[in-house]
């Protein structure tokens, strides 16, 4: 039987990606030892770690950030945006004038969080806590990368790469092709030529309206995000950019890609892990 810490199930995520620290949009909110039997779930709150302890488990992992740090210390994350943008192709003034905006949004909304709700309640508990975001997003955005290159190399040789084709490489990952929602070419068309193509993701959220604008202004012609807000997606539609696409994978699809190679992971060093909220 496993008996593993808290710091062993974040240096786990870590060593998926090569980071040397945890991110600011995931903590330990209650430090453990001597884990064997954890939850995890996408979304965790007070419910799912009071189910936990009606379970008998010994900790709690969640996906998105539940408080504390990983709330007061997100808006650090989206300055990845601007490293996006950048190798992309946007140059590094424009980058920043189109993420600094967003970036200044979430230190606002961070301010107004009751940050220590959710890990008040795990402490009361004495129930280990903590979420892996960011390093299991930079995984699932490596694969993501890896399954429309490969894929539009198989295209190229006999005729251009289509929108289409950008969304058939996405479905060769299993997660996305059993995935309940459908990958979706929210702006442009599925039969229009893929162009240049950047996968936005692993970066705190998607790049909205203003990364993807600014992404076809530097060449890119396909922008693929796992989610979008619709405004952001009518925005652009309203550019009414010719041969400009974004394509949306789908968020939980999308987010279990790092999800499970993690999961994998840890049940290799011998943790049950009970999976729920969209594992
Ligand atoms: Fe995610
Ligand atoms: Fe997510």
Not at 85 to 107: F, Q, S, Y
């Amino acid at each position: 039987m496993a008996s593993l810490t808290t710091t062993d199930l974040t240096r786990v995520a870590l060593d998926l990606v090569g980071m040397d620290e945890l991110p600011g949009d995931s903590a330990v909110y209650v430090e453990g030892t001597g884990l064997s039997r954890v939850m995890m779930g996408i979304d965790i709150a007070a419910a799912e770690l009071m189910l936990a302890r009606q379970l008998g488990l010994d900790g709690v992992i969640a996906h998105h950030p539940a408080g504390g740090d990983a709330h007061l210390h997100y808006p650090r994350v989206l300055t990845t945006q601007i490293d996006f943008l950048i190798n992309a192709g946007v140059p590094a003034d424009v980058a920043e004038e189109a993420i600094r905006p967003k970036i200044r949004g979430a230190e606002l909304t961070a301010q107004t969080r009751n940050f220590d709700h959710v890990p008040s309640v795990a402490r009361l508990l004495g129930m280990p806590f903590l979420n892996v975001h960011l390093p299991l997003d930079e995984y699932g955005r490596r694969v993501m990368v890896a399954a429309v290159d490969e894929h539009l190399g198989t295209v190229r040789p006999n005729r251009e790469p289509l929108v289409r084709d950008v969304v058939a490489g996405l479905m060769t990952i299993p997660e996305l092709r059993d995935a309940r929602t459908d990958i979706k070419v929210a702006v442009g068309e599925a039969d229009s030529p893929a162009g240049q193509v950047f996968v936005f993701h692993g970066a705190g959220t998607n790049g909205g309206f203003a990364a993807a604008r600014a992404m076809w202004d530097a060449g890119i012609d396909t922008v693929v995000y796992i989610h979008i807000a619709p405004p952001d997606a009518d925005q652009l539609r309203a550019l009414n950019r010719a041969g400009k696409n974004v394509v949306i994978s789908g968020h939980i699809s999308s987010d279990m890609i790092g999800i499970n190679r993690y999961v994998a992971d840890l049940e290799q060093r011998g943790l049950e892990v009970v999976r729920m909220s969209g594992l």
